[in-house]
């Protein structure tokens, strides 16, 4: 059986103050690595203005639409920041799966179903992974579907904390809200004791303490998401 457990509000982690802090210093630490922050930023000024068009428009066109054009946003965002990484960001019509680069073709970032939030946990994933793990299909990554034992749930758990934890932030950043996912709908088992919620939201809460700890391609999403998403 499952039991109802209160998850911590996770909204509290990115304030408008604790964003401008976060902000401040994640321009710092870019500012100390070599980028090419010039040559994309006419791309990244048309990003901007596209998502104030999408923001507008939440409450005017279908759920579907916006959806769809938030998206096709965040594809065109990850194509620009990492053009010279070999790899791309996939609007996938199943399940997501990352596909390594081979034959002359780049990485593919594919993200279930269209979902922005997906799309999101996708990046959160390759984000901490490092070059081995990239040239490896789903960054070799051990997967047990939805109806696991009560011993997979906890090893699913303890694996999900980083990216969720970064999926968190993302998603603050993009001003969406943000839930955890144990993925267990079809769980059979007690499931009140898991600390997977707190300890999702305790490593999100130290990665805003301690920017310099995040990974660094997570560095420069949450960057350009923090600048994009929160311009006035």
């Given at each position: 059986?499952?039991?109802?457990?209160?998850?911590?509000?996770?909204?509290?982690?990115?304030?408008?103050?604790?964003?401008?802090?976060?902000?401040?210093?994640?321009?710092?630490?870019?500012?100390?690595?070599?980028?090419?922050?010039?040559r994309i930023k006419p791309q990244l000024d048309?990003?901007?203005?596209?998502?104030q068009k999408i923001i507008h428009a939440e409450d005017i066109n279908p759920f579907d639409e916006n959806e769809k054009a938030a998206t096709d946003w965040l594809i065109a965002l990850f194509n620009t920041l990492f053009a010279n990484q070999e790899v791309i960001?996939?609007?996938?019509?199943?399940?997501?799966?990352?596909f390594p680069a081979q034959d002359n073709q780049p990485a593919r970032i594919e993200f279930a179903h269209g979902f922005f939030q997906s799309a999101l946990h996708e990046l959160s994933h390759w984000s901490l992974t490092g070059d081995a793990r990239r040239s490896l299909s789903d960054f070799g990554y051990w997967y047990a579907p939805?109806?696991?034992?009560?011993?997979?749930?906890?090893?699913?758990?303890?694996?999900?904390i980083k990216p969720q934890a970064l999926e968190c932030l993302f998603s603050l950043a993009c001003g969406r809200n943000f839930k955890v996912s144990q993925d267990n709908l079809f769980a059979d088992f007690d499931t009140s004791t898991s600390t997977f919620a707190h300890d999702v939201y305790q490593q999100a809460k130290a990665y805003v303490a301690e920017p310099h700890t995040l990974p660094r391609d997570a560095k420069t999403l949450l960057q350009a998401f923090l600048t994009i998403c929160n311009a006035n």
């Open positions: 059986m499952i039991s109802p457990v209160v998850d911590p509000d996770f909204s509290h982690l990115l304030s408008t103050p604790a964003s401008k802090r976060l902000l401040k210093r994640l321009h710092i630490l870019e500012s100390e690595k070599p980028n090419d922050s010039d048309a990003l901007s203005e596209q998502w960001l996939v609007r996938g019509a199943g399940e997501p799966e990352y939805d109806g696991r034992t009560a011993a997979q749930q906890q090893a699913f758990e303890r694996v999900e």
